[in-house]
């Protein structure tokens, strides 16, 4: 048997456009021969659609456009469309997140996904309804047996706990089903690649049958999707393997030879393809061709240029010096060495007329005041405005810069160095930021050695640097994982050998900082728990931890 994998790049709420996608492999499976199609999990309305699935309008178009799709392809082979469908039920949720079997221009079976994940970026349950029954479908001499995608993680814990009763995938094979299919879309984030290979070798021998999976691939607002579709035997061995963060489509044999195990990939590179994908998918489906970004000569600043330049091309990016009071020549110096390096655009505007305009016009409500943080954020602000108006004026994307750490802890300015339509690298820790500046100089050197070894610093006032307001970030950013990433106490993390007295200061700016973190821009997931739609952490909450556990 040969099944079609169409490893697509859909757009939630692009019907047509995911309809058109969705036509040209099913041609082109009909041109190779193939025996079955498949597409990823909600491929017909983009994933994740979220409130989208409210507007009648769309659940109209998408059941029009499977229509359309039958009859036009009723001559090629038979094809498991991922899609929404409505539920015959008389109470719950009115939809069913579906794989749709269509078959001589009809729908000939529906299967209706039953494990809805609701942890981290996931909220199916707002939507849809869980299927019961298995679905089981002839094809090509074979029964095949159709899920979507969390009824293959039916026995993967959860934050140390299995979720869900039910059996999916065992419940197909026992109502006979010799080869089993999933429509994924799987999000992506650094080492999810082989936690899912294993998850799903494991399955396809649990359940002693064949496991086809075909996921989905690109960006959408936060989240990313890698791809890798992937075929495994009933022994679990891994028969075919489709490309990462890229489209790619392949006809797979059933019972194909175990395809040679692939060396596990540089993580640094991984991560920089992935924010790469992220950006370019970004700009390209919220319609921006061109971005902007403040060049500070400081090593985040630089690792996002060269992101973005990486994703756009580099004659789509400009990068503005804006030197200010405190700026110093190096860092001036390092940012256009950076330019031009990468090739980009090359702006300087000094900030000092308007910042000096801004404390003649303040000076008698500040009266008395010493110099503080408020000059300082002035000059944050005035920078961001210079973005903005650029932006406004060119219709350009405008990066923030700042990373995970900054981010946490709040070490960053609302309406200043937070202005921006999307924050690449706010969901990488700082001291993996200086991972991803290898990774972009490893051919050459683009980020200029003198930006990756200096101290980090703001340049806000005189002398700074960022070990002045926080720990180094090499602790930094252990204390910040084991509370964000895996919710660990102050009693937990000072057991680990951590200072208390570090760890209780790190944790209370790590709650004070929810409110700036609710203004952000959108962040691109690349850990396992993001700042993003996927953190619900309350603004209004105590921030003293003496009572913590």
């Known amino acids: 048997m040969r099944i079609a994998l169409a490893q697509l790049d859909t757009t939630a709420g692009d019907v047509r456009g995911n309809a058109a996608r969705i036509g040209a492999a099913w041609a082109r499976a009909r041109a190779e021969r193939a025996d079955l199609l498949l597409v990823p999990e909600l491929a017909v309305v983009g994933y994740p659609p979220r409130d989208l699935l409210l507007r009648d309008g769309v659940v109209?178009?998408?059941?029009?456009?499977?229509?359309?799709?039958?009859?036009?392809?009723?001559?090629?082979?038979?094809?498991?469309?991922?899609?929404?469908?409505?539920?015959?039920?008389?109470?719950?949720?009115?939809?069913?997140?579906?794989?749709?079997?269509?078959?001589?221009?009809?729908?000939?079976?529906?299967?209706?996904?039953?494990?809805?994940?609701?942890?981290?970026?996931?909220?199916?349950?707002?939507?849809?309804?869980?299927?019961?029954?298995?679905?089981?479908?002839?094809?090509?001499?074979?029964?095949?047996?159709?899920?979507?995608?969390?009824?293959?993680?039916?026995?993967?814990?959860?934050?140390?706990?299995?979720?869900?009763?039910?059996?999916?995938?065992?419940?197909?094979?026992?109502?006979?089903?010799?080869?089993?299919?999933?429509?994924?879309?799987?999000?992506?984030?650094l080492g999810k690649d082989a936690r899912r290979r294993s998850v799903f070798a494991a399955e396809a021998r649990r359940i002693g049958r064949p496991l086809v999976v075909c996921q989905l691939v690109g960006a959408d607002d936060d989240v990313l999707f890698d791809g890798r579709s992937r075929a495994f035997d009933a022994q679990g061995r891994e028969t075919a393997r489709l490309a990462a963060f890229e489209e790619d489509f392949r006809v797979v044999a059933v019972?194909?030879?175990?395809?040679?195990?692939?060396?596990?990939?540089?993580?640094?590179?991984?991560?920089?393809?992935?924010?790469?994908?992220?950006?370019?998918?970004?700009?390209?489906?919220?319609?921006?061709?061109?971005?902007?970004?403040?060049?500070?000569?400081?090593?985040?600043?630089?690792?996002?240029?060269?992101?973005?330049?990486?994703?756009?091309?580099?004659?789509?990016?400009?990068?503005?010096?804006?030197?200010?009071?405190?700026?110093?020549?190096?860092?001036?110096?390092?940012?256009?060495?950076?330019?031009?390096?990468?090739?980009?655009?090359?702006?300087?505007?000094?900030?000092?007329?308007?910042?000096?305009?801004?404390?003649?016009?303040?000076?008698?409500?500040?009266?008395?005041?010493?110099?503080?943080?408020?000059?300082?954020?002035?000059?944050?602000?005035?920078?961001?405005?210079?973005?903005?108006?650029?932006?406004?004026?060119?219709?350009?994307?405008?990066?923030?810069?700042?990373?995970?750490?900054?981010l946490a802890v709040g070490y960053c300015t609302l309406y200043g160095d937070m202005c921006g339509g999307l924050a690449p690298i706010a969901d990488v820790w700082k001291t993996r930021v200086y991972g991803l500046a290898r990774s972009v100089n490893r051919e050459r050197e683009v980020v200029p050695n003198a930006t990756i070894v200096r101290p980090p610093t703001a340049e806000l006032r005189p002398n700074q640097l960022d070990a002045d307001s926080l720990p180094p970030y090499e602790v930094l950013d252990r204390i910040l994982v084991a509370r964000v990433e895996h919710g660990r106490s102050l009693d937990e993390i000072v057991a680990t050998g951590e200072d208390r007295a570090t760890v209780a200061r790190v944790l209370r700016l790590v709650e004070r900082a929810e409110h700036k973190r609710r203004q952000a821009a959108p962040g691109l997931k690349v850990t396992p728990l993001a700042f993003g739609v996927g953190w619900r952490m309350p603004i209004a909450r105590p921030v003293d931890l003496s009572g913590e556990a």
């Open 255 to 406: 019972d194909g030879d175990p395809v040679p195990e692939a060396p596990e990939p540089d993580a640094d590179d991984e991560l920089r393809r992935a924010l790469v994908a992220g950006v370019a998918g970004y700009a390209r489906k919220t319609g921006f061709r061109t971005a902007v970004l403040g060049l500070s000569g400081g090593i985040d600043s630089a690792v996002t240029a060269a992101l973005a330049a990486e994703a756009l091309g580099p004659d789509r990016v400009v990068g503005v010096a804006m030197p200010g009071p405190y700026s110093s020549p190096q860092s001036e110096a390092d940012a256009r060495r950076l330019a031009e390096n990468l090739g980009i655009g090359w702006r300087v505007v000094p900030i000092g007329p308007v910042y000096d305009a801004f404390l003649a016009t303040l000076r008698p409500a500040f009266e008395g005041k010493p110099f503080d943080v408020a000059e300082e954020n002035l000059q944050a602000r005035v920078r961001g405005s210079v973005l903005m108006a650029l932006s406004n004026k060119h219709g350009h994307l405008v990066l923030t810069t700042g990373n995970k750490s900054e």
């Open 60 to 189: 109209r178009a998408a059941e029009a456009a499977v229509a359309a799709l039958a009859h036009e392809h009723r001559d090629g082979p038979p094809a498991v469309l991922g899609t929404v469908v409505r539920s015959a039920g008389p109470t719950g949720r009115a939809l069913h997140n579906g794989a749709v079997f269509l078959r001589a221009g009809r729908v000939e079976a529906v299967y209706a996904k039953r494990l809805l994940p609701t942890y981290d970026v996931f909220d199916e349950a707002r939507y849809f309804a869980p299927g019961r029954d298995p679905v089981v479908v002839p094809v090509a001499g074979r029964r095949v047996g159709l899920s979507v995608c969390e009824d293959a993680w039916a026995a993967d814990p959860v934050g140390g706990r299995r979720l869900y009763d039910g059996d999916p995938l065992g419940d197909l094979a026992r109502a006979g089903a010799d080869v089993v299919v999933n429509l994924s879309a799987s999000p992506y984030h």
